[in-house]
């Protein structure tokens, strides 16, 4: 088997509650994972167990308070994201990590096709030629996940939560990355856009994408799971029992 794209080594996270008397949460403990090319690891446990925390630490939105989690980047190199500068984050996060979670961050006045084309628009660095295309591929997104066209040129505030979702997930699968985190990404989708992100998530893996994702929708999950882990078994022991 191909080496992983991200192996996760003794991982443990812990909340320190500092309005409580700083207060520890234990929630993750020792937490050993590989995840490899075209394989898409799906998290189940119980709400509250920390689904979201570990698809967190990976995207290093949360520090790990213990242990390695190392992406091997797009240029193949292999970046420990517990220990990595803010630069080296940026940077894995723009070639390397997707991050689609239920929530779009809407950014004020910018449009939809915007929204969507930027990752690319960011990649052409000022040529015309690739800022065209990058455009086509964003309109072709939005057809293809039903966004109406008269939406495209206005700024997804005011969209519905189904429609920001829509425009999320384009906008984080755009530009074809090796990793891919998904946070309940059909969460607020109708039957055929949900079977449309099915496919997204197929040709994903397809193309040797690894993923790891949380799917409250049960079948979703047994749609797309390669392999599935259950985060109670990484469950620290809570200091009241
Ligand atoms: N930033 C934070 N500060 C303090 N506690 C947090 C923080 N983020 C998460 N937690 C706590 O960590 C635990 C795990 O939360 P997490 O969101 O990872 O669970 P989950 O398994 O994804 O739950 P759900 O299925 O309900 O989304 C919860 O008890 C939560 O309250």
Redesign the pocket.
């Known amino acids: 088997m191909n080496a992983p794209i991200v192996q996760l080594q003794g991982v443990a996270?812990r909340?320190?509650?500092h309005h409580q008397n700083g207060i520890e949460?234990p929630?993750?403990a020792r937490v050993n994972l590989c995840v490899h090319p075209g394989e898409c690891l799906v998290?189940d446990?119980?709400?509250?167990?920390?689904?979201?925390?570990?698809?967190?630490m990976i995207y290093a939105n949360?520090l790990a308070n213990e242990g390695s989690i190392t992406v091997r980047s797009a240029q193949g190199a292999l970046v420990d994201v517990t220990q990595a500068t803010p630069r080296a984050l940026v940077q894995l996060r723009r070639d390397t990590i997707g991050y689609v979670s239920q929530f779009l961050r809407v950014i004020p006045r910018v449009s939809a096709l915007d929204v969507v084309a930027e990752p690319l628009i960011e990649d052409a660095a000022g040529d015309a030629r690739a800022q065209q295309a990058a455009y086509a591929l964003a309109r072709s997104w939005l057809s293809r996940l039903r966004i109406p066209e008269r939406l495209w040129p206005l700024p997804p505030a005011t969209f519905s939560g189904g429609e920001q979702q829509r425009i999320n997930i384009a906008r984080n699968m755009i530009k074809p990355k090796p990793l891919l985190l998904l946070?309940?990404p059909t969460a607020s989708l109708d039957a055929a856009n949900t079977a449309t992100v099915l496919d997204l998530i197929r040709e994903a893996l397809a193309r040797g994408a690894a993923l790891v994702g949380?799917f409250?929708d049960t079948q979703v999950g047994a749609a797309v799971a390669t392999r599935r882990v259950n985060?109670a078994d990484f469950r620290s022991v809570t200091p009241w029992a």
């Open positions: 996270k909340f320190t509650l949460l929630v993750l998290l446990g119980p709400s509250g167990m920390g689904k979201s925390s570990l698809l967190k949360y946070d309940e949380i409250h985060v």
